[in-house]
């Protein structure tokens, strides 16, 4: 019952939190799903996953994004000197016009297991250029042997 109610109260916080995101530049896209992930990260695993979903589908409302998963490319996460975990992130546009990135970026265990989302925006990648930027875990992790782009959108 207990985990019902936590789940409820993610799913509740995503829709009051994100329902607004539609047309919204990056930057608000990206601190929301991140306020949304972070809130989830403190509630265990299922509410990491439902803030996921949450984060996807705050990507996916992007006014004029298009599918770049394939464009980035993310490293193996290590842990920074204050406990969280990070990853390198580079991004590849193969358009010939400049353009900006947000990325959903999972942080799992050596089993698999989701701990953590990172929403990463990433500006004024250039025509046929790469940037890079770094996901950060939104708490503490001291198993993250994995990081994986779950969803990129450029626009």
Not at 44 to 64: D, F, Q, R, T, V
Not at 107 to 134: E, I, R
């Amino acid at each position: 019952m207990k985990t019902m109610r936590r789940l409820a109260a993610v799913a509740l916080l995503a829709a009051l939190v994100l329902g607004p995101v539609s047309g919204c530049g990056s930057g608000t896209a990206s601190d929301l799903a991140s306020t949304v992930t972070s809130a989830a990260g403190a509630l265990g695993s299922s509410a990491a996953s439902a803030a996921a979903s949450a984060a996807s589908s705050a990507l996916g409302s992007i006014k004029g994004a298009i599918d770049a998963t394939g464009d980035v490319k993310v490293n193996t996460p290590s842990t920074a000197s204050d406990g969280r975990s990070t990853a390198v992130l580079t991004v590849s546009n193969p358009t010939s016009d400049q353009h900006t990135y947000t990325v959903s970026v999972s942080f799992k265990n050596k089993d698999g297991s989701l701990l953590d989302v990172a929403v990463v925006t990433v500006s004024n990648v250039p025509a046929h250029g790469t940037a890079q930027a770094t996901a950060r875990s939104t708490h503490d992790l001291t198993d993250a042997t994995s990081a994986e782009v779950t969803a990129a959108v450029r626009h």
